[in-house]
């Protein structure tokens, strides 16, 4: 027991230094941050509209504000936590795949293709995960802003009042454990039905373990995201993607901005749940959830307030509901 815990204390200390060097599909990726910080140079050099937000990514409060030192706690906490007490909350994909390709064979489903195919669905396979996966990220960010007991724990992730590449990774352990189940179901189920059909030859194009359009997107500017610099792709483009500008208008304080721009990489769906804030030049002044984001600054709040706000308004719900179905029927 003592000897299982040290590892996986070992693993937890690991993980945050192995995001950054070694974890394509970590959003502060060294290479993304590298595209990142030369896109702010260029951005300082040839802009001077976006040359004050560029420079501010040097900022101390940016790095080293109360809001920067939570952001360092919580990814160090979810990390121990996540390969300790949570470890069993986490499933992994291949799991699911399994499954969906018993019960696809169990009601015939056989397929086979060969090398050429292969390499021609490989990009097919590709594509889709990318594609569901982003759908799946923007619905389950979707629900998080709308249901308000889901709402407190994403809360944490709002509270930052300065962006830092980190504040990507500052997210409740509970928000983790749902956002990880997504996607390993979304992933497994993608990956199942493929190969169900089309046999296990298929190979998903990945650079640094992550997926290739992934990938593209993140060393176009995806990491600053959650930074001070202002990089807006223009309103042609962001119909589609989301750029940078779009996801600090979602971290905005302005309550004209609340719940917007909820998608990771692509805009459609927020065009499509009516969503999509394209901005015009700079809006926002301050980051954010209003005057409950002083609250955020106590760790304390950080980790327990979600779960007493939430289980309450689910208790209000459930008496709600008991009310209501023990009501007697009115006759007229």
Same mark, same amino acid.
């Given at each position: 027991m003592f000897e299982w815990l040290e590892l996986q204390l070992a693993k937890s200390l690991v993980y945050p230094i192995y995001k950054v060097i070694g974890d394509g599909g970590s959003r502060y990726f060294w290479l993304y941050v590298l595209a990142g910080c030369l896109i702010s140079l260029v951005l300082w050099w040839r802009q001077q509209e976006a040359a004050p937000t560029a420079q501010r990514l040097l900022a101390r409060e940016v790095w080293w504000s109360r809001s920067a030192q939570n952001d360092y706690l919580i990814v160090a906490t979810t990390g121990v936590l996540r390969f300790t007490v949570l470890s069993w909350a986490f499933i992994h994909y291949k799991e699911i795949s399994a499954l969906v390709v018993a019960a696809l064979r169990a009601i015939g489903v056989s397929g086979e293709v060969n090398g050429g195919e292969a390499m021609a669905l490989g990009l097919v396979l590709t594509l889709t995960l990318f594609v569901v996966d982003d759908f799946m990220r923007f619905f389950e960010h979707y629900l998080m802003h709308k249901v308000p007991e889901l709402w407190e724990f994403h809360k944490v992730h709002h509270s930052a009042e300065?962006?830092?590449f980190a504040t990507a990774d500052r997210i409740h352990p509970a928000e983790l454990v749902i956002s990880g189940f997504l996607t390993a179901i979304t992933v497994g189920t993608v990956n199942g039905v493929f190969i169900?059909?089309?046999?296990?030859?298929?190979?998903?194009?990945?650079? =640094? %373990?992550a997926n290739v359009f992934l990938v @593209?997107?993140?060393?176009?500017?995806?990491?600053?995201?959650?930074?001070p610099v202002?990089?807006? =792709? %223009?309103?042609?483009?962001?119909?589609? @993607?989301?750029s940078p500008a779009m996801h600090q208008i979602h971290h905005s304080e302005n309550p004209k901005h609340f719940d917007k721009n909820l998608g990771g990489a692509l805009a459609v769906w927020d065009r499509m749940f009516g969503t999509l804030y394209i901005p015009n030049g700079r809006e926002v002044e301050s980051f954010g959830i209003g005057e409950e984001t002083r609250d955020f600054r106590d760790p304390g709040v950080i980790f327990l307030r979600p779960f007493v706000r939430s289980f309450a308004l689910l208790r209000t719900r459930f008496d709600t509901l008991r009310v209501a179905v023990r009501a007697p029927a009115r006759h007229t």
């Open positions: 300065h962006l830092n169900a059909f089309f046999g296990d030859k298929l190979t998903v194009e990945t650079v =640094f %373990g @593209v997107f993140n060393i176009c500017g995806g990491v600053l995201r959650h930074s202002w990089l807006s =792709f %223009g309103p042609a483009v962001e119909r589609w @993607v989301i």
